[in-house]
């Protein structure tokens, strides 16, 4: 009796203590990967052959329930045509998009602008997003491809109808993408057709109405209007140049009467976002 | 043993949840939080050592896959979430339901305050106002919902477990007389 009893004794530490002892570990842990990526690297291995496996397999069966009520109203052959044709549709839409800017550039910005168009010489890859971020503040997802696919972190990610975000963390078969309208993204950007610069930054104030901000728009000669093309701009150094990311919806002189500020329609649908490209051309 | 198994996989299997189920069913962008639930939950029910652990592993979860850059954040959030449902363990009463759900909103709006001072407030998102109509409560109200189901499955899980535990002592006891 009085063995176990010294047993107990010796086990319990006083949850006080641990609470103490595991806040200096966490918080020596934020330090660590604050400054380094030691500890990190491991751990996002560890969650390439756990969560993820999981987090696919759900998806998988949430996409099997969807496809099982869609057949109550639909008949099979035509969904699976239906897919087929939108997975080409996606990418004729990006053809399309691609060829428009193309010809749009050929015919009048080529010489002024030197926007050398190349999206379609991108070597791309799709990946299909598996899960979003556990919280409500921010706009990340996983997506099923990882290092072994060839992607790296700072590759951008696209849909079929323009930027969708930038690579953040690697793992083996998943990799984390910020989404452009994350309160955490800036993008810089410019005006299609007057190459001025401006800055994107996702707001979440805006992300129930589907919109970004942008800022710091120089325009003195009051040329941008709402409807006008945003793309990524040619001096951001981590997005390709020439990646539509939507277009004004809102425009407002600031109050010192310089720069310009507003609101974008994104070109991509965030709500119904399930296959993404990256592209695998690091800037 | 038997538990730590089972902690870890209910821990886990939130997070895997929470990424996907919970995202479906979000209302106007804001959906409930799974683990939070299941942590305090479980701290309440198994008092301060066992809601950190859980908390421990459900914030990790979180950082590794979805953390800003600073791994252990989310955790160190969760700990002390599991730890501050573990002091009412001795509150613990199996057939009230209006306490443990008062508890998870509580966790739940002051996890949000903590969330939108670290993450917002820092950044200069200075209307708290806004987050405070538009995220934080939405997603109390809509997790303390969540939570009078999962607290009520995982009652049932914990009894079965007690009278598991139970049966094994007086087997055990049994033998040795």
């Known amino acids: ?283 | 043993m038997k538990r730590g198994i089972i902690n870890f996989l209910l821990a886990f299997f939130s997070f895997v949840f929470q990424c996907t189920v919970c995202k479906a069913i979000a209302l106007g962008g804001v959906g409930p939080d799974l683990p939070l639930i299941l942590t305090v939950s479980i701290g309440f029910m198994r008092g301060r050592k066992e809601g950190m652990l859980i908390g421990l592993l459900c914030g990790l979860f979180r950082d590794i896959l979805y953390g800003n850059g600073l791994l252990g954040l989310y955790a160190l959030i969760f700990v002390y979430i599991g730890y501050f449902a573990g002091i009412f363990n001795k509150l613990f009463f199996a057939k009230d339901l209006k306490f443990p759900v008062f508890l998870i909103g509580l966790s739940d709006l002051s996890y949000g305050f903590i969330l939108y001072v670290l993450t917002f407030l820092l950044r200069r998102r200075l209307d708290f106002t806004y987050y405070l109509l538009h995220i934080i409560l939405p997603e109390t109200v809509y997790t303390s919902i969540l939570g009078i189901a999962v607290y009520g499955l995982l009652m049932k899980l914990e009894k079965k477990l007690e009278n598991d535990r139970d049966k094994a002592i007086k087997i055990q006891e049994s033998e040795e007389s």
Request: with cysteine.
């Open chain 1, 1 to 283: 009796m009085s063995k176990i009893q010294f047993r107990k004794k010796k086990i319990s530490i006083p949850s006080k203590y641990l609470l103490l002892i595991i806040s200096g570990l966490l918080i020596g842990l934020m330090l660590l990967t604050f400054f380094t990526d030691i500890i990190a690297k491991p751990l996002r291995s560890i969650a390439s052959f756990t969560v993820v496996p999981f987090e696919q397999g759900l998806d998988s069966i949430g996409r099997a329930y969807v496809a099982k009520r869609d057949e109550l109203i639909n008949i099979r052959n035509v969904m699976e045509e239906n897919e087929s044709l939108k997975s080409q549709l996606d990418q004729l839409r990006l053809e399309n998009n691609q060829l428009v800017e193309d010809k749009y550039e050929l015919s009048e910005l080529r010489q002024l602008y030197e926007l050398d168009e190349r999206l379609a010489d991108y070597d791309k890859i799709g990946a299909r997003v598996i899960g979003k971020d556990p919280g409500n503040w921010f706009s990340t997802f996983l997506i099923n491809k990882g290092n072994s696919d060839g992607i790296e972190i700072n590759m951008n990610v696209i849909s079929g109808s323009g930027l969708v975000g930038i690579v953040t963390q690697t793992g083996e078969n998943w990799a984390t993408v910020r989404s452009i309208i994350d309160d955490d993204s800036n993008v810089s950007g410019m005006v299609l057709s007057t190459s001025d610069t401006l800055m994107v930054s996702g707001d979440l104030q805006l992300m129930e109405d589907g919109e970004i901000r942008f800022s710091q728009l120089f325009d003195d000669q009051n040329i941008a209007a709402e409807g006008d093309e945003i793309v990524t701009s040619n001096i951001s150094d981590k997005f390709l140049p020439g990646l539509t990311i939507g277009y004004i919806s809102k425009c407002e002189t600031d109050s010192n009467n310089l720069t310009k500020s507003g609101t974008i329609m994104p070109a991509v649908d965030f709500r119904h976002l399930n296959l993404v490209l990256v592209i695998k051309d690091l800037k």
